[in-house]
């Protein structure tokens, strides 16, 4: 087990750890580009304000640095407000000194996708390990797209979206049947290639999510359990979605990696 837990107070405590972890990378790059690996959904948000606050406020400086998004709808206009490639460049990019020629992320509006997929896996391939790639989690405990089921050596591919998850996306949607039905998502095996992985997640709906990764066996029932293989893994919780691990351990460091910054 490798894992390390962090219980902040509340979101922005959390999304200060994150940007924490993103900042150490960008500052601490030698030599070649910053591979920052992004995601979208409400639980990095709170660190993505905050990135964008130090790069306003302390001149954090994202020239150079290369960012790939884990995921993408398949199917919407490149230009939908809810196309993941719009998204972050509205809650993060667009805000930051970072080259939008330098912000990838699969082509969700490819007349072949699993050819955009295999492209999007050789980019990442050619690029370089992510150096630090943020992730949330679904109620079901996907990360990425990559849905209960998910191999754990999966790579980027079409992934078609449970029922569970396309109700629980549909609040960003004028009505739920907008919701795509399939994905191009990294692949677990894909993300598993970055040096470290910092999963948020906050408010007590990701509670049993966060227990189930966390705790429960690892497997690809719960995708997000398959990340505890990996050597440098923090999950960063509020109290709320800590709520499943039970007293004695939420606020304790596990396992055996290099906690965020500042908060052993
Ligand atoms: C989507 C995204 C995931 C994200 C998940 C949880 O399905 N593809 O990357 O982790 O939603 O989103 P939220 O943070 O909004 O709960």
Do not use: W
């Amino acid at each position: 087990m490798t894992v390390h837990v962090v219980v902040l107070p509340d979101p922005a405590a959390c999304g200060a750890a994150v940007a924490d972890a993103v900042a150490d990378a960008v500052t601490g790059a030698a030599g070649g580009p910053v591979n920052l690996g992004l995601a979208t959904g409400s639980s990095p948000l709170p660190a993505y304000a905050e990135l964008i606050r130090r790069h306003r406020r302390d001149g954090l400086s994202f020239r150079g640095a290369r960012a790939f998004l884990l995921d993408e709808y398949l199917g919407l206009p490149r230009d939908h407000p809810q196309s993941y490639r719009q998204v972050i460049r509205r809650e993060l990019t667009d805000h930051l000194d970072i080259d939008p020629a330098a912000v990838h992320a699969p082509d969700g509006t490819a007349d072949d996708p699993a050819a955009a997929a295999a492209r999007y896996e050789r980019l990442l391939l050619d690029a370089g390990p992510i150096d630090v790639q943020i992730l949330g989690i679904g109620r079901n405990g996907h990360v990425g797209f990559n849905e209960p089921g998910s191999p754990p050596g999966s790579t980027t591919r079409v992934v078609t979206l449970t029922g569970r998850t396309r109700a629980d996306n549909a609040r960003f949607f004028d009505r739920p049947q907008d919701v795509p039905h399939r994905v191009l998502t990294q692949g677990i095996g894909t993300i598993g290639r970055a040096a470290h992985l910092v999963l948020v997640a906050t408010g007590p709906e990701k509670a049993p999510a966060v227990a189930a990764a966390v705790h429960g066996p690892v497997g690809s029932a719960v995708p997000a359990s398959l990340l505890r293989d990996h050597p440098r893994c923090t999950v960063v919780l509020d109290p709320a979605a800590a709520a499943g691990l039970g007293p004695g351990r939420s606020g304790r460091m596990c396992g055996t990696g290099t906690p965020v910054r500042g908060y052993r």
